[in-house]
């Protein structure tokens, strides 16, 4: 069965950095574009980043732009989110998300558990 485990999240510092993983297993990992949503406290579901299949076109949500950057490694079915600059604004429980095909961002079929992310001082 499909599984997506996320990992590395935590409490981070203003300005700091954190890097989210995504392992992937139960399907063909590199035929399907996958993303990372994010969910804060008391707020919605919020899309951050998406990257196709191949890993050849990435998009980003604008309040992650120049700070997060997504990543996959198809060899090892996990997929990446190199988060940089981190805001207070940024905490919120991170979830990956797998797609419905090779390109598009959306819509998604299954989704991780998610990993915390904590931006403070």
């Known amino acids: 069965q499909v599984q997506l485990v996320e990992s590395g999240g935590g409490l981070a510092q203003p300005g700091g950095s954190l890097r989210l993983s995504c392992a992937a297993s139960g399907f063909t990992f590199s035929s399907y574009a996958m993303s990372w949503a994010r969910q804060a406290p008391g707020k919605g579901l919020e899309w951050v980043s998406g990257?196709?299949?191949?890993?050849?076109?990435?998009y980003y949500a604008d309040s992650v732009k120049g700070r997060f950057t997504i990543s996959r490694d198809n060899a090892k079915n996990t997929l990446y989110l190199q988060m940089n600059s981190l805001k207070p604004e940024d905490t919120a429980l991170y979830y990956c998300?797998?797609?419905?095909?090779?390109w598009g961002i959306g819509p998604y079929d299954y989704w991780g558990q998610g990993t915390q992310v904590t931006v403070s001082s």
């Open positions: 990257i196709y299949s191949d890993g050849s076109d990435t």
């Open positions: 998300a797998k797609g419905v095909g090779r």
